[in-house]
Structures are given as C-alpha cells and as structure tokens.
C-alpha cells in the first residue's frame, strides 16, 4: 500500500491552513486560465462555473475579475441548460431576493426543456424564459433582516436575506424525448436554489424527475430488471450516463453519475415532502457507492474509458454534493471529506491547478470541482445551515 493509499485510510483530520492556502492557489490559477468551451454542448465558454467557484472561495464582489465574469454572465440569454442552473445556483448565492427575476427565468427556462421521460437534455432556448412572472407577497422560509421592517438588522454571517415573495413558474411547452443523467442530475441543483430563492415550478415536473430516477437504477451486472423497476429492499444499484446513444445497453453504473444521480433524488424527496432516509432507491445508491468507494479515481467503467479512470473531479464534487445535501459525515464507513480532501490537497499542481489528464476534462474545470469540494460549497437540505460551513 503506497503511502497515499495508507493515509486516505486512516482518514486523517483535514488542515484547514492547507485547504486555504490550496484554495487560493487554485483562485490565482483561474483568474489567468482559459474558459474552456463546451463544443459538443455548444456552451461558448465556462464562466458560470468559473464565477460560481469565485463565489464559494470568497473573492470579493468588487473583484475586478468577479465583476467580469458577472457582467457577461448577468448579460447572457439562456439558452442550454447547464447555463441556466449555473446561473440560478450563482443568484441564489449573491442576493436570492434582488435577482428572483432572474432566477424565475433560470426555472422557466428548466420546466420548459424537461423531457417527456423526466430527464434533461443540454438545452434549447425558449422564448418564455425571458418573461419573468410575477410574484405574490407572503413570507417564506429564510434568514436576514426583514426588508419591511425601517431598521435594519446586523448582518449575520452566511446568512442569507428573507424571502418574501413566492414564484411559481409554469411549464409553457414540451421538451424533447429523453436527455441524459448528466445535465438531468444538474438540473436538480438549479432547481434546489429556485425553490430557496422562493421561485417554484409545478410539482409534476418534479415527480417526473424524481420517477426518472427511481426507475432507471441499473444493478452492477446489467440485470435483475425487476429488482431496478421495484426499488424493493434498497440493494446495490446506481446511474450510468443512460443516453442511449452512447451508454451500452448493460448501462453499468458508474460513480461519479450515481453520486450525482443519489444527490439529485434527495433533492426531489426534500421538495416533494418525502422522507429520503425511507427511499429504497437512495439507499441503493449510497449502497452502491459503500461498496466501490474511492476517492482516487472515478469508479467505473464509464462511457468514455473502460478503465474508469476518468472525470475525477466532477465525481468528487458530487461526492460533496451528496454528503452535504443528505447530511452524511461517511460513506460506506468511510470519512469522505477528509478522504476526499487529502487527495485532493495532495494531487494540486504547482500552477495551482488540479487536472487528472483526461482528454475530455481540463485544468479549469477540474479545479473549479476540486475548489467546489474543498469549500464544501453545497448548501445543505436546512434552511438555517450557512453556505461553505465547515462544521
């Protein structure tokens, strides 16, 4: 066992001097990278990712670069879905109150590409986006001063201002047939911080995400069909991409799509009242994830590389993502964050960046993952839990 290896297993507390310092390195290496674009999601370049990161490492707003990146970012029309919910998690985070306009777009924009089969694809513009509904008055769950009141409140630190005006977006015409789990598992994530921003959609838009979710859960060999359409007794089950086009038709699971894929159904139970703790495909998820746990690779095959040895840190972030949203301090026995971050602190290249080498992956969007982790940026599923905290 290499050295490495032996410390990921005995779970070392994490240096939070060091997870600074690494912090700020991976900063002062985005402010000069490339915003790489996405050409076969035909996204121009990768500045709400970018700016999200800015965001949870607590660069100023008054940040040259910052103001860049939101200028083109707030003057952007919406037209592919990972855009849409980079921007509705970006608003949420800076003021959910002074741009819920904006935000009802980024909802609009997501109920109307919805696929028939709950899913999501990379996007198409929709001309209803860009009306933003009007609101109702009526206080809702949140922190901060009360924007009636003529006297204001003392700040609290990670707080975030009252909602007092509730959205509701309508679904204006059908998406396409079928995406795929990965702009499906982000689309949870936008539509999270529209519902805390107080901007909803209808609830059948939910059930039929979360229904997509239920029932395509793959077992590990590719069989045991009814066991996937049941959810009976939990069992060991996960997510592959699950486009058709380019899964094999085993559709084995894979980590970094079943760790996203568990983290967007805690969200639709937490919206939709259910009780996650309860849900047999949660647990088949975070089954399956115990048993192939690692924080050195992506545990696969995936799609794109037999090995599996790929994306690992888009699967760390949603390693984050799910442990912060259900509330879990381990996985399978395993203590992710401190396993997670020593990885993480140990692979930072000297230019600040993190990269695993991976054709499909690059250096700025890698270390806007290994930055998201390290920050634990997800806020978790209590309205009164403070963004980025580290308890």
């Not at 940040?63 to 998690?89: I, N, P």
């Not at 935000?103 to 933003?132: H, K, M, V």
């Not at 204006?172 to 990965?182: H, I, L, R, V």
């Not at 086009?245 to 894929?261: I, L, Q």
């Given at each position: 066992?290499?050295?490495?290896?032996?410390?990921?297993?005995?779970?070392?507390?994490?240096?939070?001097?060091?997870?600074?310092?690494?912090i700020?390195?991976?900063v002062?290496?985005?402010r000069?990278?490339?915003?790489?674009?996405?050409?076969?999601?035909?996204i121009?370049?990768?500045?709400?990712?970018?700016?999200?990161?800015?965001?949870?490492?607590?660069?100023?707003?008054?940040?040259?670069?910052?103001?860049?990146?939101?200028?083109?970012?707030?003057?952007?029309?919406l037209?592919?879905?990972?855009?849409?919910?980079?921007?509705?998690?970006?608003?949420?985070?800076?003021?959910?109150?002074?741009?819920?306009?904006?935000?009802?777009?980024?909802?609009?924009?997501l109920?109307?590409n919805?696929?028939?089969?709950?899913?999501?694809?990379?996007?198409?513009?929709?001309?209803?986006?860009?009306?933003?509904?009007?609101?109702?008055?009526?206080?809702?769950?949140?922190?901060?001063?009360?924007?009636?009141?003529?006297?204001?409140?003392?700040?609290?630190?990670?707080a975030?201002?009252?909602?007092?005006?509730?959205?509701?977006?309508?679904?204006?015409?059908?998406?396409?047939?079928?995406?795929?789990?990965s702009?499906?598992?982000?689309?949870?994530?936008?539509?999270?911080?529209?519902?805390?921003a107080?901007v909803?959609?209808?609830?059948?838009?939910?059930?039929r995400?979360?229904?997509?979710?239920?029932?395509?859960?793959?077992?590990?060999?590719?069989?045991?069909?009814?066991?996937?359409?049941?959810?009976?007794?939990?069992?060991?089950?996960?997510?592959c991409y699950?486009?058709?086009?380019?899964c094999?038709?085993?559709?084995?699971?894979?980590?970094?799509?079943?760790?996203?894929?568990t983290?967007?159904l805690?969200?639709?139970?937490?919206?939709?009242?259910?009780?996650?703790?309860?849900?047999?495909?949660?647990?088949?998820?975070?089954?399956?994830?115990?048993?192939?746990?690692?924080?050195?690779?992506?545990?696969?095959?995936?799609?794109?590389?037999?090995?599996?040895?790929?994306?690992?840190?888009?699967?760390?972030?949603?390693?984050?993502?799910?442990?912060?949203?259900?509330?879990?301090?381990?996985?399978?026995?395993?203590?992710?964050?401190?396993?997670?971050?020593?990885?993480?602190?140990?692979?930072?290249?000297?230019?600040?960046?993190?990269?695993?080498?991976?054709?499909?992956?690059?250096?700025?969007?890698?270390?806007?993952?290994?930055?998201?982790?390290?920050?634990?940026a997800?806020?978790?599923?209590?309205?009164?839990?403070?963004?980025?905290?580290?308890?």
């Amino acid at each position: 066992m290499t050295l490495l290896l032996a410390l990921l297993a005995q779970a070392q507390p994490v240096d939070e001097f060091k997870v600074d310092q690494a912090i700020q390195r991976g900063v002062g290496f985005l402010r000069s990278a490339p915003s790489p674009a996405v050409e076969f999601a035909k996204i121009d370049d990768s500045d709400e990712l970018i700016l999200l990161t800015f965001i949870h490492a607590g660069v100023p707003g008054t940040d040259a670069k910052f103001q860049e990146l939101l200028k083109k970012v707030s003057g952007r029309t919406l037209e592919r879905t990972y855009e849409a919910v980079l921007q509705a998690m970006i608003f949420e985070e800076l003021d959910r109150v002074k741009h819920q306009p904006r935000i009802a777009q980024c909802a609009r924009f997501l109920a109307d590409n919805q696929c028939a089969n709950g899913q999501w694809s990379y996007g198409e513009p929709t001309e209803f986006a860009n009306d933003a509904p009007q609101g109702e008055d009526v206080a809702t769950s949140g922190e901060g001063a009360d924007p009636k009141s003529s006297t204001p409140a003392a700040p609290v630190p990670g707080a975030k201002p009252k909602v007092v005006k509730r959205v509701a977006v309508r679904k204006m015409k059908p998406g396409p047939e079928k995406g795929d789990n990965s702009n499906s598992q982000y689309a949870a994530l936008g539509l999270r911080a529209c519902h805390d921003a107080g901007v909803t959609v209808p609830r059948e838009v939910l059930e039929r995400a979360r229904k997509w979710w239920t029932s395509s859960q793959h077992p590990e060999d590719g069989k045991d069909k009814n066991a996937v359409a049941s959810g009976v007794g939990g069992g060991i089950r996960g997510w592959c991409y699950n486009r058709t086009d380019v899964c094999e038709k085993t559709h084995r699971p894979y980590g970094s799509m079943t760790a996203g894929g568990t983290g967007a159904l805690v969200i639709y139970d937490h919206l939709l009242g259910i009780d996650w703790r309860k849900d047999p495909a949660m647990r088949a998820g975070l089954n399956w994830l115990a048993t192939r746990w690692t924080v050195t690779k992506n545990p696969g095959p995936t799609e794109l590389q037999a090995a599996g040895e790929t994306e690992l840190y888009y699967y760390l972030y949603a390693v984050e993502r799910l442990g912060l949203l259900c509330g879990l301090k381990k996985i399978g026995g395993h203590g992710w964050y401190e396993e997670g971050a020593q990885a993480i602190l140990g692979a930072q290249r000297e230019d600040g960046s993190w990269d695993d080498g991976v054709s499909r992956s690059c250096a700025t969007w890698d270390t806007c993952f290994a930055i998201l982790f390290l920050k634990r940026a997800t806020r978790p599923l209590v309205a009164t839990e403070a963004a980025g905290s580290r308890k």
